[in-house]
C-alpha cells in the first residue's frame, strides 16, 4: 500500500475523490453529448468550455487566497454542496424537456464559480492530511484519483447515455458531489493557524504571483501546461470524432474518453517507476512530446483501434509529465503559501483546458476537426525545445528537492 493510504484521513479523501472524478467524467459526457445534440455546432461544445473557463480564470485566484485564510476543508464542504445543487437541477429540466443551450451554459458558468474555489483548497489540503515525510507518495496519489476516476467514467457514461440520455449521466454526478461532502465531513486536517479576513486582501493575492515570478521552474512548467492543454486539449471534438469522422455513436464516445484515461493510468504508473526519476525535468519535457506526437496521429486516423490506442498514448505522455509537475510544484511551495501558488497553477492548468475547449472547437468549425487536434499536438512538441533553454528544469533533483522539503516544513503545518 502507498505509504499515504495508511493514514485514515487521506484515505477517505482519497477514495471519495476518486468517486467525485468518475461522476464529474458523467456531467462532461453528457454536457457536450447534449449540446451537440441540440445544436450541431462544433463551435457550441467550444462555447461551453468558454463559459467553464472564463470564470475560474477569474475567481480562481480569489480561491487560492480564501485557501490560505480559511480552514480548507469548511472551503470544500460549501463547494460541493453548490456543485451537486447545480448539476441535480439539470435532472430536472433534461428530464422535463426543458434542457436548451441556454440552460447547459449557466449551469457551467455556475459549476464554473464552484471549482474557482474547489481546487486551490482541495490540492492545498492534501499535504495538510499525511506526516511531512509522506507527502511526496500523497501529491502523487491526488493526481492518479482524477485517472482512477475517469476510466470507468467515461465508458459507463456512454452507455448510460444511450440507454437512458444524459439525466442519467447528471444523476450520478450530483451524488458523487454528494458522497464528496459527506468524506469531507468526517475527515480532520491539521492545518497552521489561519489569518482568516486578514488575510484576504490585494497583497496576499499578489504573493503567489511573486513566489511563482521569482521560482523560473514553476513559471515554465505552468506555460507548458497552458501550452498543451489549450492547444492540444481536444476532448471537446470528441462527440463530433464519435459521431461524424469514426461512426461510433455515444458508446465510442466513452470509450474515445477511457482510452485517454487508460493511457493516464499507465502514466501514472510509469511516473513512479521511471528510470533516473530524479531528472524529473527532462522526463516532463519527454512526456509532453510524446503527447503532441500522438495527439497529431490521432486528429489523421480515421481508424477506431488507431485512435483509442493514440488516444491512450496522449494520456500516457500528458499523466507521466503532469504529476512530476506538480510534485514539483508541491515540494517547492511552502504550506502558507500553497493554496495561492496552486492557484496561480490552476489559472494555467484549468483555464488552458477550457478555453482549449474553444479554441479547438472554433479551429474545427473553421477548417475542420482534423486540423484543430493535428495542430494542436504539434504546438504541444514545438514549446518544448524552449524549455530545455531553462536551466532550473534541466538540473532540477527530485530526490533532493524532497529532502529540502521534509527538512524545513514546520510542523504546524501538518
Known sequence: MPTALRHRDFRLFWIAAVISALGSQFVSVGNAWQIYELTNSPLQIGLLGLARGLPQLILVMVGGVLADAVDRRKLLLVTQITQFAVVFSLVWFTASGLISPAILYVSSILQ????????????????NLVPREDIPSAIALNSIQRTLGSIAGPAIAGVVLAAGGAEWCYAVGSASSLLMWGALAIIRSKQTARAGRRGMNLAALGEGWAFVWSHPILLALMVLDFNATFFGNQRALFPVFARDILFVGPQGLGILNSAVSVGSLLGAVLSQRLPKRDWAGWWVMIGMVFFGLTTCVFAVSTNFVLSVIMLAGTGLGNTTATILRNTINQLVTPD?????????????????PQLGQFESGAVAQAWGPEVS????????VLIVPMLVLVPAIRHFHLGRASAEATHTQSPASV
Open 112 to 127: 464554473a464559480f464552484a471549482s474557482a474555489f474547489d481546487m486551490p483548497a482541495r490540492q492545498a489540503l492534501v499535504p
Open 336 to 352: 502558507e503559501l500553497r493554496g495561492r501558488v496552486l492557484s496561480v497553477n490552476s489559472v494555467f492548468t484549468t483555464g488552458g
Open 373 to 380: 487536434a493535428f495542430t494542436g499536438g504539434l504546438a504541444a
